[in-house]
């Protein structure tokens, strides 16, 4: 089942990396006769639909909204505090991306954002986070409030009941979500999203180009 999940997701999130360029060849602008046609790019695509919103609260339960961080780039994670192996390995990532950057990585405020805000409450996050690298913030809400967050960003996950051998499958839980790290510009514009595969150095790379340029 989880594997069928993970592939419907992939099927279904049009937003980011390599999905949407699959989409380009047939996302094409109409153009009258005459006039070459003209292909939207996957940004293109991505601007239209990551439109980054979210209301949630912080590691100190003050409200936080995206229109707050206007001004600054902004790269956003979405996972959860008990996740085993991917969130703590993608946090670990954005602090190397932060170390990395150096006086660069001013203009840059990482977010992680729950999708487990049963468990995950503010006071929850923000130590989280904090284990990590003093400049992430991390962020919950309700749950109509993280599943908003989630939308806005294309971005996908789903419990998934953990059995205790009873059979049961009801005493634990764990999240499936994306792993995407999605990089928003200062008008709260979407830019690009890093995968798994791309390298601190990479990240960091195209990073301190894309500021450079605004």
């Known amino acids: ?106 203009a840059l405020q990482p977010l992680f954002i729950t999708v487990d805000p049963a468990r995950d409450t503010p006071e929850v996050v923000g130590a989280y986070v904090a284990a990590f690298h003093p400049r992430i913030i991390g962020l919950t809400g309700s749950e109509e409030q993280v599943a908003s967050a989630a939308k806005s960003h294309r971005a996908y996950y789903a419990k998934v009941p953990v059995s205790d051998g009873t059979g049961t499958g009801t005493d634990d839980y764990a999240m499936d979500h994306s792993a995407h790290l999605y990089l928003m510009d200062p008008d709260g514009l979407y830019a690009t999203a890093f995968s798994q595969t791309d390298t601190v150095e990479a990240m960091a790379r195209s990073i301190r180009e894309r ?4």
């Open 1 to 106: 089942m989880r594997k069928l999940r993970l592939m419907l997701w992939f099927a279904a999130a049009t937003a980011v990396g390599l999905f949407a360029a699959a989409y380009v060849t047939n996302l094409k602008t109409p153009a009258p006769v005459g006039e070459a046609e003209k292909a939207r790019t996957a940004e293109e695509i991505a601007r239209e639909i990551v439109t980054g919103e979210f209301a949630l609260v912080d590691g100190r339960g003050r409200p936080v909204t995206d229109a707050d961080f206007r001004g600054s780039w902004l790269l956003i994670f979405f996972g959860f505090t008990h996740c085993p192996d991917i969130c703590p390995t993608t946090l670990g990532t954005v602090a190397l991306v932060m170390d990395e950057l150096g006086a660069d990585g001013d």
């Open 211 to 214: 500021v450079a340029r605004k």
